[in-house]
C-alpha cells in the first residue's frame, strides 16, 4: 500500500484452555456430519505486530 516492505507478525499475550462441554461438528470424506462433544477449547489472544513507515499521520 505504501511501497514498503512490511512484514506481520502475530505476537501471542495469553492462551489457555476453557473447560465447558459443547458440541462440535465434523464433517467426513462422504459430506456427513458427526456430531461429538468436546470438553475445552482454547483460546488465544494475539497482538498484530506490523513494522512500516511510522512517519504518516494518519497512523
Do not use: P, W
Not at 458427526?34 to 475445552?40: L, P, T, V, W
Amino acid at each position: 500500500m505504501c511501497g514498503v516492505d512490511t512484514k506481520e507478525t502475530y505476537l501471542e499475550i495469553l492462551y489457555f484452555k476453557q473447560f465447558y462441554k459443547h458440541f462440535v461438528f465434523t464433517e467426513d470424506e462422504e459430506g456427513n456430519r458427526n456430531k461429538r462433544m468436546e470438553k475445552y477449547f482454547e483460546v488465544s489472544a494475539v497482538v498484530d505486530v506490523g513494522c512500516g513507515d511510522t512517519k504518516n499521520s494518519y497512523f
